[in-house]
Antibody
């Protein structure tokens, strides 16, 4: 069965960086696009960026340009999201999500979420 | 960037009632690219509807989606106890995705 398992919670100081992993299984990794979405406490969903299947091309939301990097390790079927220059308002649950290459742009499977707390 | 505005912010209804949730886009949305998600506390979102009106695998037929252009609707025909949650619409265009701010469906 399809699974997306994320790394554990992180506590970071302002100005630091965090790298969250998303280990996938149960499907052909390179055939699916991967996205990252975050959710601040009590708030809605915010799309951060994606990595296209096969090509590995990435695109990021304007709000995160220059601070976020999505990478992958196909041999390990894992995708990563690194966020730099952390601020207190980056405190959120970060999700990875799978996007089938069918043109609908839907997110059919999600990771369980990783809480990143930014605090001095 | 297309902005999605959901209304109402909160919907207070009783089990068995009909829920109608609205999602309005700041500009026209491709009909393939409008989806709806359900999220319960402490859980990741779950895909309900994609391509405006197609139900995802395993989603009961009391959930339906409709609309076109800039106005879209998620309807829950008869609310079950497990349907009380937050619902988000989502769209993508030009390789950028956005979500609405969510509608909370709460028990009256």
């Amino acid at each position: 069965q399809v699974q997306l398992v994320q790394s554990g919670a992180e506590v970071k100081k302002p100005g630091a960086s965090v790298k969250v992993s998303c280990k996938t299984s149960g499907y052909t990794f390179i055939d699916y696009h991967m996205h990252w979405v975050r959710q601040a406490p009590g708030q809605g969903l915010e799309w951060m960026g994606w990595m296209q299947a096969k090509s590995g091309v990435t695109k990021y939301a304007q709000n995160f340009q220059g601070r976020v990097t999505i990478t992958n390790a196909p041999s390990d079927t894992t995708v990563y999201m690194e966020l730099t220059s952390l601020r207190s308002d980056d405190t959120a649950v970060y999700y990875c999500a799978r996007d089938p290459p069918d043109g609908y742009g839907l997110f059919d499977y999600w990771g369980q979420g990783t809480l990143v707390t930014v605090s001095s | 960037e297309i902005v999605l505005t959901q209304s109402p912010g909160t919907l207070s209804l009783s089990p068995g009632e009909r829920a109608t949730l609205s999602c309005r886009a700041s500009q026209s949305v491709n009909s393939r690219s409008l989806a709806w998600y359900q999220q319960k506390p402490g859980q990741a979102p779950r895909l309900l509807i994609y391509g405006v009106s197609s139900r995802a695998t395993g989603i009961p037929d009391r959930f339906s989606g409709s609309g076109s252009g800039t106005d879209f609707t998620l309807t829950i025909s008869r609310l079950e106890p497990e349907d009380f949650a937050v619902y988000y619409c989502q769209q993508f265009g030009s390789s950028l995705w956005t979500f609405g701010q969510g509608t909370k469906v709460e028990i009256k």
